[in-house]
């Protein structure tokens, strides 16, 4: 049972142009929403989260986005950069416990 | 500060084997997950520890066991492997659910 979707498996953008990422989740009980970044060979990096009290956050050049009335979150990177090419998972948690559970990854390739 | 740290890398076992991998959180992190990820399933939850304790399991078969030392280091150990548990296994830690994971480099497991 994917609580956590990425219905995406790949997407590609032209270098300098935003890259959307998207998420979806099942789950109304997810209050804590994270974005993880993963190259090749290396274990995934944190990225970018939110609170289930926000719907934006920002940091730099990536914003994550929450609807949570479509339980629905998505990633936008602007400009993209090649360096950014790399598997994007999502990942949820509830407030009452310990676990993540993250989405099936989305591999963004940013063609320079 | 040094980051999680997994051992070994790589490994390759015939089936019917077991094998123990190792964990070593970031210094003050008490809780320590693992996570088994294979192509087009993301990353699946195994079980998360802290102080020694398991505090939650995920779907697996008991094939698949682990354990957390006094000192946060945490084992994962699988026995009688099948040639579906080839995949890569990451362990991560977290001093709290609002602070994400940090994630070890993985250990590449290939049964064979």
């Known amino acids: 049972d994917q609580q956590v979707k990425q219905n995406s498996p790949s997407l590609s953008v032209q270098e300098g142009r935003i890259s959307i990422l998207n998420c979806d989740y099942t789950?109304?009980?997810?209050?804590?929403f994270l974005w993880y970044k993963k190259y090749p060979a290396e274990g995934p990096t944190f990225l970018i989260s939110?609170?289930?009290?926000?719907d934006k956050n920002e940091d730099g050049r990536f914003t994550v986005f929450l609807n949570k009335s479509a339980k629905h979150l998505s990633l936008h990177i602007v400009p993209s950069q090649p360096g950014d090419s790399a598997v994007y998972f999502c990942?949820?948690?509830?407030?009452?416990?310990?676990?993540?559970?993250f989405g099936t990854g989305t591999s963004l390739t940013v063609i320079p | 500060k040094a980051g999680v740290t997994q051992t070994p890398r790589y490994l390759i076992k015939t089936r019917g084997q077991q094998v123990t991998l190792s964990c070593s959180p970031i210094?003050?992190?008490?809780?320590v997950s693992w996570y088994q990820q294979t192509p087009g399933q993301g990353l699946q939850f195994l079980f998360e520890?802290?102080?020694?304790?398991?505090?939650n399991k995920g779907n697996f078969p008991g094939r698949f066991s682990g354990r957390q030392f006094s000192n946060s280091r945490s084992e994962m150990n699988v026995s009688t492997l099948e040639l579906g548990d080839s995949a890569l296994y990451l362990c991560?830690?977290?001093?709290?659910?609002?602070?994400?994971?940090?994630f070890g480099s993985g250990t590449r497991l290939t049964v064979v």
């Open positions: 210094s003050g992190h008490r809780s």
């Open positions: 789950n109304s009980m997810f209050d804590y």
């Open positions: 939110i609170s289930s009290i926000k």
């Open positions: 991560a830690s977290t001093r709290g659910q609002n602070y994400g994971y940090t």
């Open positions: 990942a949820a948690t509830p407030n009452t416990g310990n676990q993540f559970y």
């Open positions: 520890y802290f102080s020694e304790t398991q505090r």
